[in-house]
Nanobody, 133 residues
Framework: QLQVVESGGGLVQFGGSRILSCSIS????????IGWFRQAPGKEREGVAC????????NYSDSVKGRFTISTDNAKNTVYLQMNSLKPEDTAVYYC??????????????????????????WGQGTQVTVSA
């Protein structure tokens, strides 16, 4: 059974930095796209960034572009989200999600998930990031 686990959340001062990590394990796959999503209190879940382990294609939301950087370490099956210049509005529960491409999948049916939550099949438990005012 595939597992997705996030870590690295915590309390950060305004303007500070934080690194989140997301590891996937428990199954054999061809490659994956990892998306980071966040949900603030009283607000809907929004996409933050995503990356493909196959070709390093990335997407960023306008709200984090230039401040956040997503990267992948394929040898460790781990994706990182480097967050810089943090603002109070970045406070949220951050979720890691995986769109997994299996060896038996037909590449003709591949679709880029982008920052659409419904395109991801496996989700982590979430990690809280709080940025002080």
């Amino acid at each position: 059974q595939l597992q997705v686990v996030e870590s690295g959340g915590g309390l950060v001062q305004f303007g500070g930095s934080r690194i989140l990590s997301c590891s996937i394990s428990g199954a054999t796959f061809k490659y994956y796209i990892i998306g980071w999503f966040r949900q603030a209190p009283g607000k809907e879940r929004e996409g933050v960034a995503c990356i493909s382990s196959n070709d390093d294609t990335t997407n960023y939301s306008d709200s984090v572009k230039g401040r956040f950087t997503i990267s992948t370490d394929n040898a460790k099956n781990t994706v990182y989200l480097q967050m810089n210049s943090l603002k109070p509005e970045d406070t949220a529960v951050y979720y890691c999600a995986a769109d997994v491409k299996w060896w038996d999948d037909d590449p003709k049916r591949y679709i880029w998930p982008g920052l659409i939550a419904g395109r991801y099949n496996y989700w982590g438990q979430g990690t809280q990031v709080t940025v002080s005012a």
